[in-house]
């Protein structure tokens, strides 16, 4: 006999992950033997740095293989308020939680701060799992539109002010920005302190791009003066650190928003796995010369991504951060998610429609790729007539 299931409400509210489906196609039709150039999930094409490999492997010799405190070791904590107040955040260890990865610490935050009919403002394009967390939390969304500002927020402060009112309860900015790599300046984030601190507004910033960054020199929102009270900083290994797998990330927050949180975090995770957070403070402490390595062959990347959308005829705003580029596709309803369907079908390239991020029009690459990966995939974008 069959059974007739009766879902909850809020798991029809959203779909899946539209940057892990993309990824997910590429592997299956990469398993049938298909050469696919896939540049749809953003993770970087680099082993995890050899020292953060044998720490990890090392403390499962060693036995660390049981729970953890809920929040994280207290020498992980130290190590990440260390490198917050480096950045000219006050942090203290108890303001720490460590997650499994930052969407752990992202989706916390969500359960904790917003309640049915709450009002959570998203700037897009917006990493697509931002609006998933806030739905299943029973948001109402309000965007603002960066895309006719070449993604950038300074000059939509007028739209953030007419938007943001005494009822928002939450604003998430990400910079640098999946997916457009955009780093915002301080004028611009001083303009989202002004207005948060105007309405008593709570801010999420996720921050886990900052140390991916070519020409700019990004400031953590809540080293402004009057931000640390009012700011959750996300931030994680998984992209400075190739340690995607891992899943490592944290939240660092004023402690009522720790107190809420680690609720959430110990009735669902209990902690993150013990060996993994040993490995992640010898990341924090030891591997910035491989970091500046990686961020070096990112940075050609973007160049020459840009270089090639330029030789098609294709201007883009050159991303400051992260390995992400939006690449415009031609104008018309749903057109992007036809151009990525044709790009994996026929040209085998895997790219995220920009719809996942709020963003039609655009596609998504990444870029997180080997340079005669990315020369393959745009020469097949060019022959099926994609760019
Ligand atoms: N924030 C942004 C903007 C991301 O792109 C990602 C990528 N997965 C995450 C958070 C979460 O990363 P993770 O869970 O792997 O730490
Ligand atoms: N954040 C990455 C991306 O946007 C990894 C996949 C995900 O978690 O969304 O591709």
Redesign the pocket.
């Known amino acids: 006999m069959s059974h007739e299931w009766n879902f909850a409400e809020r798991v029809g509210r959203v779909e899946p ?1 539209a ?2 489906a993309v ?1 997910n196609k590429a592997s299956e039709l990469t398993e049938q033997g298909v050469d696919v150039v896939d540049l ?4 970087p094409d680099f082993p995890t740095p050899k020292r953060i490999r044998e720490t990890g492997q090392q403390a499962i010799e060693a036995g660390h293989t049981g729970y953890t405190s809920s929040n994280g070791l207290l020498e992980l904590r130290k190590a990440v308020s260390t490198d917050l107040k480096g950045k000219g955040v006050a942090c203290e260890p108890d303001n720490v939680i460590v997650s499994p990865g930052a ?1 752990q610490s992202l989706f916390e935050t969500m359960q904790a701060l917003v309640d049915e009919g709450d009002e959570v403002v998203l700037l897009d394009p917006a ?3 931002y609006e998933a967390m806030a739905k299943i939390a029973g948001a109402d969304l309000t965007r603002i539109d960066l895309g006719q500002h070449e993604f950038q927020l300074e000059p939509a402060l007028d739209e953030l002010t007419a938007a943001l009112s005494n009822e928002t309860q939450l604003l998430v900015v990400n910079s640098p920005s ?2 457009t790599g955009a780093v915002f300046s301080d004028a611009a984030l001083k303009g989202v302190r002004d207005l948060a601190v105007e309405h008593g507004i709570t801010v999420i910033s996720d921050e886990i791009y900052d140390r991916i960054v070519y020409d700019a020199d990004p400031t953590s929102l809540a080293s402004l003066d009057g931000m640390a009270e009012r700011t959750v900083t996300v931030n994680g290994f998984s992209k400075a650190y190739a340690m ?1 797998g891992w899943r490592l990330g944290y939240l660092a927050a004023p402690e009522p928003l720790v107190s809420q949180v680690s609720k959430v975090h110990s009735h669902s995770v209990t902690c993150a796995a013990n060996f993994v957070q040993r490995a992640g403070v010898e990341a924090l402490r030891s591997v910035e010369t491989e970091v500046a390595e990686m961020v070096a062959a990112f940075e050609n990347r973007r160049d020459l991504v840009v270089d090639l959308l330029a030789d098609r005829g294709k201007e883009i705003p050159r991303p400051e951060g992260a390995f992400y580029a939006m690449i415009p596709t031609e104008e018309g309803p749903n057109d992007d998610m036809e151009w990525c369907d044709r790009a994996i079908e026929d040209a085998h390239v895997a790219a ?1 429609p920009g719809t996942a991020f709020n963003a039609p029009g655009y596609a998504r690459i ?1 870029y997180a790729a080997s340079e005669g990966r990315l020369r393959e995939g745009f020469s097949r974008l060019a022959e099926e007539g994609l760019i």
Request: net charge neutral.
């Open positions: 992950s940057t892990v990824g749809s999930v953003g993770e969407k990493w697509v799992s999946n997916p995607t995220v990444s």
